[in-house]
């Protein structure tokens, strides 16, 4: 009994005393997540789409950026996703797409059904997390929607220009 004892008091002296005061934010609704990214410096406009399911309008690096819900039942949800895109240009293609992703791992990117290059990050909401580590998921967000247009700008240089 006694080395059970000893061996809880040891188990409590590893406890970081900043771990244990760490924020919890819950992130499973849209309330939640609009919240964190308003003490983040971001717009956060919750908004429901034409199926009536909550979103986030927000925005980075000048571009706007949607976060998406699903599996919601009564605005608790399980999941969300990042979503941005850029209006569709002629030189936006399946090997464009696959040279980002194989570059990059936090945001994905597709072409779209409308032929724009869309990405995406998807979280999941399940449970509740730390303030720090969702407030870095948002700040992986902007970071690499920042390296998106860098990327696109990039491409779009390596293009032959037409002479006027």
């Known amino acids: 009994m006694r080395f059970l004892m000893s061996a809880a ?3 409590l002296l ?5 771990a244990a005061q760490e924020r ?4 499973s ?8 990214l308003l003490e983040e410096g971001y717009k956060a406009e919750i908004k429901k789409n034409d199926d009536g399911d909550p979103f986030i309008l927000s925005a980075a690096n000048g571009s706007s950026f949607t976060i998406e819900f699903y599996g919601c039942e ?15 240009e002629p030189w936006y293609s399946v090997e464009l ?3 980002w992703n194989a570059e990059k791992r936090f945001i994905k990117a597709a072409i779209d059904k409308d032929g724009d290059f869309a990405t995406y990050m998807d979280v999941t909401t399940l449970g509740k997390t730390t303030y720090a580590n969702f407030a870095d998921t948002i700040d992986w967000w902007s970071v690499m929607s920042g390296e998106v247009s860098k990327f696109l700008d990039e491409e779009d240089g390596k293009l032959p220009k037409k002479e006027s």
């Open 97 to 99: 797409v696959n040279r």
């Open 29 to 36: 609704t849209p309330e939640g997540v609009a919240k964190v």
């Open 74 to 88: 009564k605005d608790v949800c399980t999941s969300a996703q990042f979503f941005a895109w850029y209006k569709k």
């Open 14 to 18: 590893l406890i970081d005393p900043a």
């Open 24 to 27: 919890i934010v819950d992130i």
């Open 9 to 11: 008091g040891a188990a």
